[in-house]
């Protein structure tokens, strides 16, 4: 089955695949109807590829949304980037922040000659610590506003020159729109932080 999604403002096609043992998920799913997918697994081969592939196995559930309305994403657990910074090396992580700085899209070629582009952004969260995020491929074109808030699902950490970075690797996913409840959260942190920095900068004035 080929299935339209639609998330963080834009549209795509994604091809499902059910086996024998999800034959009970993927018969329930009616054409022209919204539905929620969660626990699909991802085909090592659409990986990296502009054509997206998942399968459909006995954990995975489906789930049909009333009103062809789209559900929000669920509510994750964020590690704070201060603890990242101390975090080891190889290991998978959730985070949200805000974008500080959005570094140059760079050209990159990987060690099976492929070429491929990367870009680093700046993030931080509520602890005030900041850290590196590695966006690779199509996910290079999409933060493109300082001050907005951003969320790595299982980003993973990998330390450069001494210091941890978080990418965005095989099966993390960049999340342009976090849940209500976590944005939300930064939001009201980050506006009395910008509150905060305007009052230090006028006693200087």
């Known amino acids: 089955a080929v299935v339209s999604t639609q998330s963080t403002g834009s549209t795509a096609e994604i091809q499902c695949t059910g086996f024998s043992d999800s034959q009970h998920i993927h018969q329930q799913v009616v054409e022209g109807q919204c539905y929620m997918f969660k626990e699909l697994i991802v085909l090592k081969e659409s990986r990296g590829s502009s054509q997206f592939k998942c399968r459909l196995d006995n954990t995975s559930t489906v789930t049909r949304c009333n009103d062809?309305?789209?559900?929000?994403?669920p509510v994750l657990q964020y590690t704070s980037i201060a603890e990242l910074k101390k975090a080891g090396d190889g290991c998978f992580s959730n985070v949200i922040g805000v974008v500080m700085s959005i570094g140059n899209k760079q050209t990159h070629v990987t060690l099976k000659s492929r070429e491929t582009y990367r870009r680093t952004v700046v993030i931080m969260d509520t602890s005030e610590a900041t850290i590196q995020m590695v966006l690779?491929?199509?996910?290079?074109?999409?933060?493109?506003?300082?001050n907005s808030i951003v969320a790595i699902k299982e980003g993973k950490i990998i330390r450069t020159a001494g210091t941890n970075c978080i990418?965005?690797?095989?099966?993390?996913?960049?999340?342009?729109?976090?849940?209500?409840?976590?944005?939300?959260?930064?939001?009201?942190?980050?506006?009395?932080?910008?509150?905060l920095l305007a009052d230090v900068d006028s006693d200087f004035e």
């Open 68 to 73: 062809n309305i789209i559900p929000q994403s």
């Open 136 to 146: 690779w491929g199509q996910d290079s074109d999409k933060i493109t506003a300082i």
């Open 167 to 195: 990418h965005v690797w095989f099966n993390s996913r960049l999340m342009l729109t976090p849940d209500q409840e976590n944005l939300e959260r930064i939001e009201k942190w980050f506006k009395g932080f910008q509150s």
